[in-house]
């Protein structure tokens, strides 16, 4: 009976070593374990969120930057005709960033104002600096009037506009006009301020034929 019990202590104790072995080891094996946890989700926090690539995919990426070249092509691009402005849906104001400026017009009339002549004279100096191109002149006018008398009225404000241009220096040969008449107004609203926008000559800048 002496020795069972001694062999039953001898037992429990190295039952209990065993125990308190294990017990003090796992705490460093669970911190190993969430340590590294804690590294994979930091490294994933950091390769997606904001500004990062984790959520897009190649097709969105692509076609976002196919979207940022069109926006700076158009940026760097001559302005269209106000036709074909119309024709893509797009405004046919003339936007700030346009070298050549619009010049303005009093109502029913196509002589040029002190104002469109300090104009023209920006407008010619820009021209003279860029030789490869050439200009289109657009004459346009407000609604008032019949469709047949605006156009002979936006042809004599785009020939006024030709002839200072012609009169500066610029050659002819770089030069053509057309009319528009009240046919593609810049502001659609009926109220003299926006008629006022509409009577103008409007610069489009081409490429200068070949010789």
């Known amino acids: 009976m002496f020795y069972f019990n001694v062999i039953s202590s001898a037992l429990f104790s190295l039952f209990f070593l065993t125990g308190c072995s294990q017990t003090t080891a796992n705490p460093d094996v669970s911190a190993s374990d969430k340590a590294a946890s804690s590294a994979v989700s930091a490294k994933a926090g950091a390769d997606s969120g ?24 158009e940026a760097k691009s001559p302005p ?20 050549l400026k619009d010049v303005y017009f009093d109502f ?42 605006n156009l002979a009225l936006g042809a004599k404000r785009a ?6 241009l012609v009169a500066a ?27 006022a926008q509409n009577r103008r000559a409007r610069f489009v800048v081409q490429p200068r034929p070949a010789s």
């Not at 402005?85 to 797009?90: C, I, N, P, S, V």
């Open 50 to 73: 904001e500004g990062r690539s984790g959520a897009l995919s190649e097709s969105d990426l692509a076609a976002a930057a196919k979207a940022k070249q069109k926006k700076e092509a």
């Open 80 to 99: 269209a005709s106000s036709l074909d402005r119309l024709k893509d849906g797009q405004s046919t104001a003339t936007s700030a960033s346009d070298p």
């Open 108 to 149: 029913d009339r196509y002589d040029l104002k002190t104002e469109a002549r300090d104009i023209l004279k920006t407008n010619v100096e820009w021209i003279k600096k860029n030789p490869p191109v050439a200009i289109e002149i657009e004459g346009h006018c407000d609604e008032r009037g019949t469709s047949e008398y």
């Open 159 to 164: 020939q006024v506009v030709r002839d200072y």
């Open 169 to 195: 220096g610029i050659s002819a040969e770089r030069i053509t006009s057309i009319s528009y008449g009240e046919e593609i107004p810049a502001c659609t609203e009926q109220s003299e301020s926006c008629w």
